[in-house]
């Protein structure tokens, strides 16, 4: 077992506990968290479903799912059901690995983000910029003090000098040399990341130097690709992870050697993310219309034969792309907070709008639907895929923007059953807990999400859960309904009293983090 999967096997492999099965309720959902003696049984059994396996699309009916602590213990047609085990009679159910969401940066209080993670069957999230507040709230997740999905933990941004970033509204290590890469990288480490994320202006010296040393520390690399490095060399440098789609797009054209000249010709002041992206749109214009299959075929299959993920957000750049037709679901408005509506309204009006000419607006209108084609270039390819939201950007709800990511792939591409293997098996995979997470499978943890309709047939019908296991804890349909109106009232609290982590969220901070 190697170290970092031995790290996270550490910290997120906890005891776990039907605290709540079937109509065996507690007056609230924070009862969740009490533990296994509180409630008297050791054992559930999930009776009569149809099982999915998310890697071959086989559906396996009349199954009995039998959990034991915070683990699967055994899974089968006619499988008796224990004297001592709780069952829960699903039948005409489908059960699929507990959900990942692999690019968030949760928003609110630890009422807000984690409970609404859970509900929607994300029993996983990869947070893509650290801060106190997150790391508090993992570490006491996996204690079993709050409720809410394994959550792996980034390292605070390190981007170049300048920096994309005001340092005034984000805690950012800036470097321009390899000693403070490595020095980043260090203190990365002692104050708990679980990986390194790396940002877009960083200098190939810098980057390099933060690649070695996080070897050196047995952390990985994850985040954007840096603008003066090209992706075969992020790729073969040993970067984890490639978010967004900018960089990947730009690396497979015809007319590169151009793309890259301009692109190293961007200039910036600290804080100028949204000079960054004008200044970025007319290079992927050119980009987009010259697609090489022949460089397709070549980038590709070095990201696939190196296990380079690529996290394509569709959710962040549909908004990005057509400000002009996002708008917030009226039905999830219920579970913001009015500052972060606030927020991201004023994104969307004040920073991705304005001073737009008709021209550039109707080629951001064309480079979304490119957008689409690529990713189902990328399936096509067999380049490994992580779903991700970026949530935090305008209009995307922790939770359920999942949802619509997995009804974007398909859109792009992707089957339904390519697209749960982006949000189950290959994160599980990424993170080294192939053997422990993202099947329904005996020996694995067990996260699990229990749908009333087959997401194969239809990858909406993730929306349409019953129930949630999280490490062996059930969640019934009527504890999700009390979480999501204890969500609800949280939002409703003062402004102060329900704060947001540093790091950003709400749509005030610039897009693509």
């Known amino acids: 077992m190697n170290s970092s999967r031995r790290q996270f096997l550490a910290r997120t492999t906890v005891a776990g506990a039907a605290v709540v099965a079937g109509g065996s309720l507690t007056s609230s959902a924070s009862a969740l968290v009490r533990p296994l003696a509180a409630v008297g049984t050791t054992r559930i059994a999930l009776t009569d479903v149809t099982v999915i396996d998310v890697a071959t699309g086989h559906r396996a009916r009349h199954q009995t799912v039998l959990i034991s602590g915070d683990r699967i213990i055994a899974v089968g047609r006619n499988l008796p059901v224990p004297h001592d085990a709780t069952a829960i009679d699903l039948t005409g159910k489908y059960v699929i690995p507990g959900l990942a969401d692999m690019h968030v940066h949760s928003v609110g209080d630890d009422r807000i983000s984690p409970p609404l993670y859970l509900a929607n069957g994300l029993t996983t999230v990869r947070e893509m910029s650290g801060n106190d507040t997150v790391y508090g709230w993992r570490d006491r997740i996996d204690a ?57 202006r960083l200098n190939p010296t810098a980057y390099r130097a933060i690649l070695d040393e996080a070897r050196r520390q047995g952390l990985t690399v994850h985040g954007h690709g840096p603008d003066q490095v090209t992706i075969e060399q992020a790729s073969a440098a040993g970067q ?165 990511e997995l009804e974007l792939l398909v859109g792009a ?29 005996p020996r694995t943890i067990a996260d699990l999400v229990v749908l009333d309709a087959d997401p194969l047939t239809d ?23 009390r979480m999501l109106a204890d969500v609800e009232a949280a939002v409703k609290d003062p402004p102060g009293t329900a704060a947001i982590p540093a790091g950003g969220c709400c749509g005030t901070r610039p897009p693509g983090q």
């Open 240 to 404: 984890r992870s490639i978010e967004h789609i900018h960089a990947v797009a730009l690396s497979v054209s015809s007319r590169e050697h151009e793309v890259r000249r301009m692109l190293q010709a961007i200039s910036v002041q600290p804080g100028g993310y949204n000079s960054w992206f004008r200044q970025l749109h007319p290079i992927e214009w050119i980009a987009a219309n010259s697609f090489s299959q022949s460089r397709a075929a070549e980038v590709f299959g070095t990201l696939r034969r190196n296990r380079t993920r690529v996290t394509p957000t569709l959710t962040m750049h549909s908004v990005l792309d057509m400000p002009d037709y996002a708008a917030l679901d009226p039905a999830l408005k219920k579970y913001l907070s009015a500052d972060a509506l606030w927020g991201f309204d004023y994104a969307v009006e004040q920073l991705y709008k304005p001073n737009r000419t008709a021209e550039e607006i109707a080629r951001q209108r064309d480079m979304w639907a490119y957008r689409q084609r690529f990713v189902g270039e990328l399936f096509a390819h067999g380049v490994p895929v992580l779903a991700g939201t970026d949530t935090g950007t305008p209009y995307s709800v922790p939770g359920f923007s999942l949802h619509q």
């Open 459 to 481: 990858i909406r019908n993730t929306r349409r859960i019953h129930s949630v296991v999280t490490r062996g804890r059930v969640i019934s349909p009527q504890a999700r309904s």
């Open 413 to 441: 591409g992707a089957t339904p059953r390519q697209a749960l293997y982006a949000a189950t098996v290959e994160p599980a995979r990424f993170l080294g807990l192939g053997d422990d997470l993202g099947s329904v499978t």
């Open 144 to 200: 079993g003090t709050l409720l809410g999905p394994r959550m792996i933990v980034g390292s605070k941004i390190i981007d170049g000098d300048p920096t994309l970033w005001d340092t005034s509204v984000i805690d950012v290590h800036v470097v321009k040399d390899e000693a403070a890469a490595r020095s980043a990288v260090r203190e990365a480490k002692g104050y708990g990341a679980d990986f390194i994320k790396v940002y877009s």
